[in-house]
């Protein structure tokens, strides 16, 4: 009777050992065991999620070791899933009252002040009851008001991004020559490693405080070394270890 229930308890823990999950520098890999002779890596959209599946008699280190010697090409492909995710909305903004826009990380109710006789210029602020207010007159257009919200995106970058470059130029004994801000399509950052001169895309002005400052440690890195290899990553480590988190959240909050 009692090694019947021994017998029980054991059947349960394989099958709770069937799928378990692998963290490796900072990354969680599903690892499944099944009937198959081969391991099977891959990696999926949208979060690019990884999953392993193994032959049932396979130790745990070998495991290990097998996922450590894929870290480069699983990077690689994030990195493409990634890229899949447009960084634009798809519907371009009207910038009318009652649209919700996004400002370092939050969403903010949108108005215009519809009046020729505000102080001042064309503007857009963040009001002391946390509205993002268009100072724009009436008759003026949607590519105006684009403009106008992109001069306070890149004014905003333009405040932001010198103090992040100092405070991690000593940290990461690197410098930065030249910088700047553009409406990028493709990517949040890129990187001149011979000029030495890094530029973050204008929608980084959307996300938080902390993605802008994980994409300027990246491009960054890059003047250390140039390819995403693994010691590129291990520099990631070593600089923001929770760097991982922060390229998801770019990800995951597309707006
Ligand atoms: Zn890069």
Redesign the pocket.
């Known amino acids: 009777m009692i090694s019947h229930i021994l017998l029980e308890k054991d059947e349960l823990i394989l099958k709770k050992e069937k799928q378990q999950v692998v963290h490796i520098e900072n990354m969680a890999i599903t690892v499944t065991k099944k009937k198959v002779k081969n391991l099977n890596l891959s990696v999926h959209s949208p979060d690019g999620e990884v999953k392993l599946s193994v032959p049932h008699h396979i130790k745990n280190a070998e495991i290990q070791d097998f996922i450590k010697s894929k870290l480069s090409w699983i990077y690689k492909q994030q990195e493409k899933i990634n890229k899949r995710v447009p960084m634009t909305p798809a519907k371009p903004p009207a910038y009318t009252t009652t649209e919700r826009h996004y400002f370092a990380g939050k969403e903010y109710y949108f108005k215009t002040l519809d009046i020729d006789c505000f102080e001042g210029k064309s503007r857009v602020e963040i009001s002391v009851v946390g509205e993002m207010v268009m100072f724009v007159n009436p008759w003026k257009d949607r590519e105006y008001r684009e403009k106008l919200m992109k001069a306070f995106y890149r004014d905003y970058l333009k405040g932001e991004i010198p103090g992040l470059i100092a405070k991690w130029e000593p940290l990461m004994g690197v410098k930065v020559e030249d910088w700047g801000v553009k409406q990028m399509k493709t990517r949040w950052g890129s990187?001149n490693v011979k000029d030495k001169r890094i530029w973050l895309n204008l929608e980084l002005a959307k996300k938080s405080q902390d993605c802008l400052e994980y994409i300027v440690v990246?491009?960054m890195t890059?003047l250390l070394e140039r390819k995403?290899s693994n010691r590129f990553y291990d520099l990631m480590d070593i600089f923001m270890p929770h760097w991982r988190e922060l390229k998801n959240e770019l990800v995951r909050l597309s707006f």
């Open positions: 990187c990246h491009e890059h995403h």
